[in-house]
Structure formats: C-alpha cells, structure tokens
C-alpha cells in the first residue's frame, strides 16, 4: 500500500513539474503597415498550445503601438507553442497582419518577430 501511494506521489510530482507558468508581457509593435482605411489600429490575439489567452486592446491610428496587457498560462508546457496574431481593427475585416509562433523554452526571453505584411512585433514571455 506504502509503496502504492510513493509511486502516486512521484507521478503526482512529475506532472507538476512538467506544466510551467507562462508569462508574456511587453508586447510592441513597430512600423505596422498601415491600409487604404488610415494609420493602423492594431491588436494581437494570444494563443498556448490548443489554449487561447485572450487579446489585447485596440492601439488606435498607431503604427507604434506598445499594449500594457498581460497575458499568464498556468498550465504551459516547455517546447509547447506559443501563437501570437497581430491584426489591423477595421469595420468590416480585420487585416491579419502577420502571424509569430514560436516554442516555449524556460527562462525569459525577449524575440522581435517580422510580420508578413510588414513591420515588427516585440514581445518578451517567461516560462517557470
Ligand atoms: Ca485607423
Ligand atoms: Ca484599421
């Protein structure tokens, strides 16, 4: 029975350590392309692994924007992929502006991301 609930308890033990904390904070954007409607209003969508975190607010007629959110994942996962959208707030559709996915690894990091349609995302996470 002892030895029943030690094997638990490391099992326990191992998927606790195999989920980290995620945080992302400090995201920016630089020289966001702007359209035919007017200077960006740009945003960013957050997702871990099949979970989605939420967005952020809508930075108005910026083509440098800096969003204050934060986003925290408590169940991450090393090597576990993190998706940011950055998209333009129009009326109708909103312009995908470019997409940035990159794996989780421990420790903080800082990654400027080039979008497809032009400009940069800047953003800084921490996983432990
Ligand atoms: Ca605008
Ligand atoms: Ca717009």
């Known amino acids: 029975m002892a030895s029943k609930l030690s094997v638990l308890l490391l099992v326990l033990c191992t998927l606790t350590l195999a989920q980290a904390q995620l945080r992302l904070f400090n995201l920016r954007g630089s020289k966001l392309p ?3 409607f007017g200077t ?3 945003y960013v969508t957050v997702f871990c692994g099949e979970a989605s975190l939420g967005k952020t607010s809508v930075r108005t007629n910026t ?7 934060e986003f925290t994942h408590f169940q991450a996962q090393e090597n ?3 998706k940011l959208e950055v998209r333009d707030d129009d009326l109708l559709f909103d312009d995908l502006l470019g997409v940035c996915e990159r794996q ?4 903080t990091h800082q990654h400027d991301c080039y979008l497809k349609k032009g400009g940069t995302l800047h953003y800084s996470y921490t996983l432990g």
């Open 63 to 69: 083509v440098n924007p800096w969003w204050e959110e």
């Open 34 to 36: 702007a359209n035919l």
């Open 104 to 107: 989780l690894q421990f420790g």
């Open 40 to 42: 960006t209003d740009g």
């Open 80 to 82: 576990e992929v993190l």
